[in-house]
């Protein structure tokens, strides 16, 4: 790598973290580019050499975030074989993200708009992410399946794996974002809420 590359990285990688810091402090709508600017030690100027605007920060933030989800993802698949130990062990996994990262993990559930010539963006990056986790989940259903652990008719399509990712990830950001109303309503934790919705899934999947 030369010196200027060297200095390019150093800067992406100061203006990001500098912004990561402000956006949990004082909010992403809050955080003005003046403000990453002061924090990052460097002129708006020099930011806009890396980045288009704050959203594109945040965007490249998301991305560093998602791919950080689906490498523990993959993980539990190299790590806990058995079922359903494994399929706690990826709800477990998506629901300590989401507690260490809840503003982005609502954006990754968002609706990601990218267009058919913007192959070479951060969205497209993001969206690409989400498809391998599509794909690590189409593949662990199938394994389970040929394993007879899950029911034949949970076949691996998009529709199901879409789903019981959807199911998770609901289930996920339901008991944080109710978590007073659950209580209210069963005096249940979150924690309690998000293991008896995971068995709820679980059951479905097993069932004959």
């Not at 580019?33 to 933030?61: G, L, N, P, Q, W």
């Not at 974002?177 to 209580?183: D, S």
Request: with cysteine; charged share 25%; proline share 2%.
């Amino acid at each position: 790598m030369s010196k200027k590359e060297r200095l390019s990285e150093f800067n992406r990688s100061n203006i990001l973290s500098a912004a990561k810091e402000l956006f949990e402090e004082k909010g992403i709508p809050q955080t003005t580019m003046d403000d990453i600017a002061k924090k990052a030690d460097c002129s708006k100027s020099t930011i806009y050499v890396y980045f288009k605007s704050k959203d594109e920060i945040f965007d490249h933030i998301v991305l560093e975030y998602f791919t950080l989800l689906k490498d523990g993802i993959e993980k539990t698949f190299h790590h806990v074989e058995k079922f359903p130990d494994s399929f706690f062990a990826i709800c477990n996994t998506v629901s300590k993200f989401y507690e260490g990262n809840p503003a982005y993990f609502e954006s990754i559930l968002g609706e990601i708009k990218i267009a058919e010539d913007e192959e070479s963006t951060v969205l497209f990056q993001i969206y690409e992410i989400g498809e391998e986790i599509n794909s690590l989940i189409e593949g662990y259903l199938k394994a389970n399946i040929e394993s007879g652990n899950i029911q034949n008719e949970a076949a691996p399509s998009f529709q199901t794996t879409f789903a019981l990712w959807g199911a998770i990830c609901g289930i996920i950001s339901l008991a944080h974002n109710k978590e007073k109303y659950i209580w209210h309503k069963t005096n249940a934790s979150k924690e309690e809420f998000m293991q008896n919705g995971f068995n709820l899934l679980l059951r479905s999947l097993q069932s004959n």
